[in-house]
């Protein structure tokens, strides 16, 4: 199942090792994937990323930065109501009305994290990362640069290498 939001990765995945064990064999399988069939690269990097970013903004959750006022009370009753209905999905399942509510909510996040971004970057740059692409990645590096992104995921180190000049590698 796809999570469309980091929020509903969050709500899947908090306070459960079973769960955030699944997701690192998904991740792994992914990569596997990427190793043999090089056109799926770039989305086992994004899922790596996204994984990153998860980490980082879990050791970052305890720095006082959050939203203000109504924008804080909008992002936790939208956040609750969103993990009211994950929790749904993984004990019963779902019906038509719900995947209409879930879809609905997803764009009412996504409308709240845009404007999050614009009256409060600094708790926008840690609640919704935005991750980089291959051709972010390749931007940033100087000729005589490389990037290696790491990744323990199924048992196994994995690497992703950068050059300017070069198509990425696993």
């Not at 459960?16 to 069939?37: H, M, P, S, T, W």
């Not at 980082?56 to 009211?84: H, N």
């Not at 051709?135 to 300017?164: C, H, M, N, Q």
Request: net charge neutral.
């Amino acid at each position: 199942t796809s999570l469309e939001s980091e929020n509903a990765r969050v709500a899947f995945l908090d306070n459960d090792a079973a769960r955030a064990a699944e997701y690192n064999r998904a991740v792994a399988g992914l990569l596997e994937v990427a190793r043999r069939d090089p056109t799926y690269l770039e989305t086992a990097f994004s899922a790596v990323e996204k994984t990153h970013a998860r980490v980082l903004l879990e050791a970052l959750s305890g720095s006082g930065v959050s939203a203000s006022g109504t924008l804080l009370a909008q992002e936790t009753a939208l956040v609750q109501r969103i993990s009211i209905l994950v929790q749904k999905r993984l004990s019963r399942g779902w019906d038509v009305s719900d995947a209409v509510q879930f879809a609905a909510l997803q764009d009412s996040l996504s409308r709240l994290a845009e404007e999050i971004r614009r009256q409060d970057p600094r708790y926008a740059a840690l609640r919704y990362p935005q991750t980089a692409g291959f051709a972010d990645v390749r931007a940033t590096l100087k000729p005589d640069e490389a990037l290696i992104s790491y990744e323990f995921a199924g048992g196994r180190y994995w690497a992703f290498v950068f050059r300017p000049n070069a198509a990425p590698r696993l």
